[in-house]
């Protein structure tokens, strides 16, 4: 097995039916036996519900006079056990491959720009995508955009449509027996909700202090347990679990066909397509090759879409779609006839100036001056000469921590995002380092006194 090959299969900190398992020579055999794999018993999923903020872009905070928190959106993630985990890596990575070849014969390769496991495609991210994307509106000079997103993705996705496109990708005509197995383990799934385990086992952490490697320690145990909260089944004909190791590639290989359609109606008025997961994007110019596409016809060629979406099985919210025209630097949204701005992949353009969507500097300083103000409490409660958690402070939220880590902080996204926008898209006015200048300032003004790293902090 490669070097690099290994990265990729590091074993996962957490507990689950199964014990904490390592990439081995034992496990390797076993991964990558068919015959293995056809008769294995997937454990069931572990489902948790993920919760994040939505922003109202009217409503500001106190905080750099940003959009703030209005409610919580969720979405429920399920995770392997160690021995499933290691599988669906292994079966995710070899799909993956074949969707790379599938995706480059049918001319399709540039468009679809999420989850490609593909060494010339390491190293760009939602911001060099974004960046690229950007760029080519600005080119254009005159263009219709629109942007959409499929609702509930991964929740809707039919199992039939996907089986065949699987089999499509692999080429084949029915699934060998291993690649059926581990088909049937993400749409026939089955799972338990993290709060009964922790209601029934207690709680991670206590878990770990106790030594216990995984949540029973026997068979026994666990038969136990189903006796008295029985499994969770999907039952439903469509769906497959967000947050396994094959998920995301198997979302991908479900919009084949779709990616095809757009990317032949976008090429015949010389456009520009890109899927990102569950959200998408048409530019179409004005004028193309001495032919002038007028609103009427771009609406035809939206309601075209709509068209594709239903035809492949796919889930779009109309309403919530957006449509904008762009002409020399104005952005016009076509439902409302309103000047507005496009929000792409965690940037927003308002036809001349860039910046980071409004959410990420906000957070930034949020979380930052709820450090602070913990910091503080425990400083009083305790009676400490100088304000605990500093390290963390300065590490996640000052110019110190730039370099520590592997990606650093948001200060180093920041920067990052400044560079690759002035190198990709050097006509744009981008401003991601304009939205963190006085980072230091604010900071120093929340802890009350001047921010001075000594060596060794």
């Not at 794999?37 to 940003?66: C, G, L």
């Not at 480059?104 to 690229?132: C, F, H, L, Q």
Request: net charge positive; hydrophobic share 30%.
């Amino acid at each position: 097995m490669k070097k690099n090959e290994f990265c990729k299969y590091i074993p996962k900190g957490y507990l689950h039916f199964d014990k904490k398992r390592f990439f081995n020579l034992k496990t390797e055999s076993y991964v990558k036996s068919p015959e293995k794999i056809a008769t294995h018993n997937f454990y069931p999923f572990i489902r948790y519900v993920s919760r994040y903020d939505k922003y109202n872009e009217q409503t500001t905070d106190i905080i750099d006079s940003r959009p703030r928190p209005i409610n919580s959106k969720k979405r429920p993630i399920m995770y392997a056990s160690h021995i499933d985990n290691f599988i669906y890596r292994y079966y995710g990575d070899e799909l993956n491959k074949y969707y790379n070849r599938w995706v480059e014969n049918n001319d399709i390769d540039t468009n679809v720009i999420a989850y490609r496991s593909k060494p010339e495609k390491r190293g760009n991210s939602n911001i060099e995508y974004a960046a690229k994307v950007i760029n080519e509106i600005q080119k254009f000079q005159s263009s219709f955009i629109l942007i959409g997103d499929f609702k509930s993705y991964f929740d809707t996705l039919d199992h039939n449509k996907l089986k065949h496109n699987v089999c499509e990708v692999l080429n084949v005509k029915r699934l060998p027996a291993d690649w059926f197995k581990v088909f049937r383990s993400v749409t026939k799934f089955s799972y338990y909700n993290k709060r009964v385990i922790s209601k029934y086992c207690g709680s991670d952490k206590k878990l770990k202090q106790k030594k216990q490697k995984s949540y029973f320690n026997s068979p026994a145990e666990f038969r136990k347990f189903k006796a008295i909260y029985p499994i969770q089944v999907n039952r439903n004909a469509c769906g497959i679990p967000q947050g396994t190791a094959i998920s995301a590639i198997l979302s991908n290989v479900y919009s084949i066909y779709f990616d095809v359609h757009i990317k032949k109606l976008v090429d015949k008025h010389g456009g520009v397509y890109r899927r990102y997961s569950d959200d998408f994007i048409v530019i179409l110019p004005s004028e193309n090759k001495g032919q002038i596409l007028t609103d009427e016809q771009f609406r035809k060629i939206e309601q075209q879409i709509y068209s594709l979406v239903d035809m492949e099985k796919l889930t779009i919210e109309r309403e919530k779609t957006n449509i904008y025209q762009y002409n020399q630097g104005l952005i016009t949204n076509l439902k409302t006839e309103k000047e507005d701005k496009i929000d792409y992949l965690g940037f927003v353009f308002d036809g001349i100036n860039v910046e980071m969507r409004g959410k990420s500097p906000y957070k930034f300083y949020r979380n930052a001056y709820k450090l602070i103000e913990k910091a503080k409490k425990v400083q009083r409660k305790r009676n400490l000469p100088k304000i605990p958690y500093r390290k963390k402070l300065y590490r996640l939220y000052t110019d110190w921590g730039i370099n520590k880590g592997l990606y650093g902080n948001f200060i180093s996204y920041a920067m990052r995002s400044q560079n690759s926008f002035d190198k990709i898209s050097p006509n744009t006015n981008n401003l991601m380092m304009q939205q963190i200048k006085n980072r230091k300032k604010k900071l120093e003004k929340a802890l009350g006194y001047k921010i001075s790293i000594k060596k060794g902090e």
